[in-house]
């Protein structure tokens, strides 16, 4: 069976998929989506029969056709539970645990983490203005998110425990981008947070993401 | 082992967790949160030591502790796999079916839900004037949202094949309020959809739910 993620290299979502790839040492192919033609091609067939709501990645597994990329992390990680990094927990009651973070992350971190990536980071590179007023905002948002990290990452290591899980994965693609804004002074005031953020990027698997996607 | 939901009935998010704790046919102790005092009980402590980030519901099972609501029903759908209705799958790629629709049902169908259950039914239970615009506005993306749900129910009863699953309950709270608003129209120009959402609000469980949430 050959997996297939259907993105754009720049696409902080497939980056997510790919970092999951990598870490459970799986083989890939990458099919390139421009996404930014003139009618983007994920907007159009055949891309919408992968994913009826236009967005990337899209993710094929020999039959089995997924989209959201939080999604195609949980089917990875459970459908390879025995290659590479264990990234979930067949107990429920620790997996519980990663469901709950994997939703934190989703619905507490995601929405102003990805406000300032898009204010931050994106803007500048296509020569665009930064909204100040959007950034002061959300870096508020983004600090009170944190606060609670800080505290949990005074329990353990990881959000769920010793070990790098999924839900940890899931805040890579995002972090990254974030910690070359300015947005990393509001990591440092959040030590553990900080030194969790340094952890998690210098991982093998996740070099080898920032390395493909380099290539662009 | 007791189950407890600390909310207060009228939030969607706990009226989601009883669901389905109904559908497995388990029995749980409710713990009113007072939300609407001068200093919210979800803001403060005891509650806070459940959610750190002071949202409803928190849940107990024994001595394990969860918050948000969607991952607090994947731990009830997994740990009480032999009770009840089967809302899971233990095949990863039937799962991951599952877990895409999970993921659509939280970051496309309830973002415009939220606007216009707001808009359209809190607010006019609390007195408060309803935005036309963002109903305008939301109306018009849940109608884009409904358009690919209609086309995937032409393939299936429900969004995940044959069988009612967590991703169809996950659904109710907010198309339980919206269909008694004038949002009930742009589901009826989708007839599946009407009709899932017909069946699926009738559902025994979900009527237990409506019962207790109407002894308010």
Redesign the interface.
Same mark, same amino acid.
Do not use: C, D, T
């Given at each position: 069976m050959t997996i297939k993620v259907h993105a754009a290299l720049f696409a902080p979502n497939a980056a997510r998929v790919l970092a999951c790839l990598h870490e459970k040492e799986l083989n890939y192919e990458f099919v390139p989506v421009n996404m930014i033609s003139r009618v983007p091609e994920h907007k159009q067939e055949p891309f919408i029969s992968l994913n009826?709501?236009g967005l990337v990645p899209a993710f094929e597994d020999g039959d089995?056709k997924?989209?959201?990329s939080?999604?195609?992390n949980?089917?990875i990680a459970?459908?390879y539970a025995d290659k590479g990094t264990q990234l979930i927990f067949d107990d429920?009651?620790k997996?519980?645990?990663v469901? $709950?973070w994997?939703?934190?992350e989703? *619905?507490?971190y995601d929405p102003p983490a990805s406000w300032l990536t898009r204010e931050l980071y994106i803007k500048p590179l296509l020569g665009k203005v930064t909204n100040k007023a959007v950034v002061k905002e959300q870096e508020a948002q983004l600090a009170k $998110?944190l606060d609670?990290y800080e505290? *949990?990452l005074a329990q353990s290591k990881y959000l769920c425990g010793d070990t790098f899980t999924l839900a940890d994965l899931n805040h890579l693609p995002l972090l990254d981008h974030l910690m070359k804004t300015r947005v990393k002074a509001v990591f440092d005031n959040h030590p553990r947070v900080s030194a969790w953020a340094v952890d998690i990027l210098a991982r093998p698997a996740w070099k080898k993401v920032v390395a493909v996607r380099s290539n662009l």
């Open positions: 009826p709501f089995l997924l989209f959201e939080r999604a195609i949980q089917y459970s459908a429920p009651k997996m519980a645990i469901g $709950v994997m939703e934190v989703a *619905r507490q $998110v609670v505290s *949990r």
